[in-house]
Each structure stands twice: as C-alpha cells, then as structure tokens.
C-alpha cells in the first residue's frame, strides 16, 4: 500500500474564499474588473504598506510592465539575479532586451552586491548602462536590499524587486517588495497563498500603477469608441481570481506562521545531520515559503541531495533540488554572467523540502524520520 502523497507545497484554502467567489457569481462579476479586485488591491496595500497596487493575471505580467514602465526596449541590458525561476528573466527578453546575470552571496542566497557592482561598472565602460535590476528574494528570504538600493541609487538604475516568492517576508518590519521602485508578487498555486493563478505590481509611485493598469487593459485611451495610441495588453486579473484572494490574504498570516513552524521543525529534528540550512541575517524575517537544505557530499559520506530526494520519493513524499541558475539554462547561456559559482554551488547541493502551510504533524515526521534513517 503506497503512503498517500506529501507535497512540496499544495494550495491551502483558508474558508472564506467560496463565500467570495460566491458573491462574484451572485453579482455577476465575472470579468477581470469588479468588487473583489480592489478589495483585493486594498489588502495586499494595508498587508504590505504600499501605497498602490494592481492586481493582475500573474506576477510574470507585473515583471513585464514594470519593465515597460521603465521604459526598457530592444536591446537594453537589464541585470537579474541568476539564482531564480526563469520567470523573472523571460519578460526581459519578451522586450528584446539582454538579461545580464548577477550571481548569489552565501548569507541569503540572493543577488551579490558585490557582483551587481562589479557587473554594473564593467557594462558602463563598454557603453552599455543597464536600465534596470532585478534581485529576488528567493524561498521567501529578503535580498540584501539595503545594499542593492544603494548601488542602485549611486548609479541611478531603477529596481523591479521580485518578492514572488517573499509575501510575508521583510527587512526590519518593512515588507519585501516595497524597497525598489516597483514590487511584484505572485499568486500561483504554489505560492504562499494563491489565487489559483494571478499577480500584483505594487508601487510607492501612482503613476505606475496606474499606467499599469491602463496598459494591462489593452491600452484603451479615454473615448466613447475604441482608441488605441499604445501597444496594450491583456494582464488583469479576474474579480473571480481575487475573491479566492481576498479570501486568502484572511489567512495569510497564519500560513507565514505555518511554514515558519515547518523550517524551525525541520531545522531542530535535523540538527544532528550534516547538512546546512540558511540562516536569516540580523533583521532580517522570511515567510520560509520553501524550507531548503544544502548536502555537500563531502561532509556526509557521499550521500548527495539526490540521493536523499530519491530516498524520499520511495516513501511518495515530493521534494525538489533548488533552482537551477539561469545563466546555466540552454535558453540563456548566450547572455553574460557575472559571479564565482556560487548560485551553481547552491544548485547542485540544495534540495527543498516539503513545504506546505497544510501539512500535519505526521507528514513533517515522515520527512524527517525517512532523512534519519537514510543518514544513520
Ligand atoms: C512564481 C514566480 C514568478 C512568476 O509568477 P507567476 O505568477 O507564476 O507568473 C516570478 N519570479 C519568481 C521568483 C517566482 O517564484
């Protein structure tokens, strides 16, 4: 009899979100406009702090038009953190612009300040200045953003900050996505909390966010008829999408609290193996959306990350190595890359675990007792 399936991080509904989704219906919202989409651009301003917000149809989108809004065309360069799903990275090719990739530092895992210095002086003397900067907070972890900001701001490069992965996470109260000049976030089905799919730009400038919502809505210009004198696009999100996130963001403190409780399981029941978890720095908070290890086989008698992801696919349970570097992947090794293999370091010796803000007592225990036994 196979063990029923542990999942490395499966929507978790809070309650509220069918009564939501019901009122939609009731009132016959149904389009990517209504209600629950500004009670839901409300929410995530009151949980974040952000002045303004624009929901759409995915944080994909809202890395797009930020860089729209940035004014970044064909052949700009735009530095992005390599360590990252590719997500971050597409749009800026979607503009036919050239991500340049900055490698991780070992304390968050996120984008070097020294390589984003390093890579931003070297593209200024061959003429080229980057448009903009990408540094995510990967798990939920912030990027050193106090760091960031000030290169960004001794250089005058705009900072599109991707906390889609970092809802609930922040840097001495202040939450991520509110430190660049755009935040986006995301609402996927295996984010901290979903809206089945679906996105946010969030900024402190009103003019971007309203512009993001004229161009997410096809450019419509102000006229009885259809006007267009800008390229538009089809990026809002769904009034019946919010009001799964209106729903959600009841809960989301308590599933910040949640995935908290499984990193600190994971790292107090683990604490006698010989593998690594990443520490938060002095002031620093993360929603821990996926707890990570890092299995570096010459400490642990050859056992590798894979075969610990082996071993615990035998018991159904799902887990998954760290994402692999962009600056690695055959769809963007043709584009620079600036670091000492650190990211590539992470990739080969990290694995996440199971996640979820749903999984029970026993789910956490088969995890750790399967790691225990395949380590003694
Ligand atoms: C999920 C994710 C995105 C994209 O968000 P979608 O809503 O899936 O388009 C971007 N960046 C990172 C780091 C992500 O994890």
Known sequence: MTKPKIWLSSPHMGGKEFEYVKEAFDTNWIAPLGPHVDGFEKDLCDFTGSKNAAALSAGTAAIHLSLILLGVERDDEVLCQSFTFSASANPIVYQGAIPIFV???????????K??????????????????????HLYGMPA???????????????????????????????????????????????????TSGGGALISE????????????????????????????????MSNVCAAIGRGQMTVLND???????????????LADLPIQFVKEP???????????????????????????????????????????????????EKYPFYGDGTAEKLFENGLCLPSGSNLTMDDLKRVTEKMKTLFN
């Open 144 to 194: 050193q953003m106090k760091e960031i900001m000030a290169i960004a701001h001794e250089f005058d490069i705009a900072v599109i900050e991707d906390a889609a992965e970092g809802l609930g996470s922040k840097i001495n109260e202040k939450a991520c996505g509110t430190f660049g000049d755009l935040g986006i976030l995301s609402f996927n089905g295996n984010k901290i909390i979903t």
């Open 255 to 269: 599933r910040v609290k949640q995935r908290r409780f499984n990193h600190a399981y994971y790292e107090q029941q």
């Open 115 to 136: 390589y984003l210095r390093i890579a931003i002086e070297d593209r200024i003397s061959k003429g080229r200045k980057p448009k903009a900067i990408i540094p995510v």
């Open 282 to 332: 002095e002031g620093f908070f993360s929603n821990r959306w996926l707890s990570c290890i890092l299995v570096d086989p010459k400490k642990t008698n050859g056992i590798s990350r894979e075969d610990i992801r082996l071993a615990l696919e035998t018991e159904n349970i799902e887990s998954r190595p760290l994402w692999k570097p962009m600056h690695l992947q055959p769809v963007f």
């Open 205 to 236: 400038n009103e003019n971007y966010i309203k512009q993001a919502r004229f161009l997410a809505t096809q450019a419509r210009d102000a006229a009885p008829h259809y006007q267009h004198s800008h390229i538009g696009y089809n990026y809002r």
């Open 103 to 113: 490698d991780s530092e070992t304390d968050t895992w996120n984008m070097s300040s």
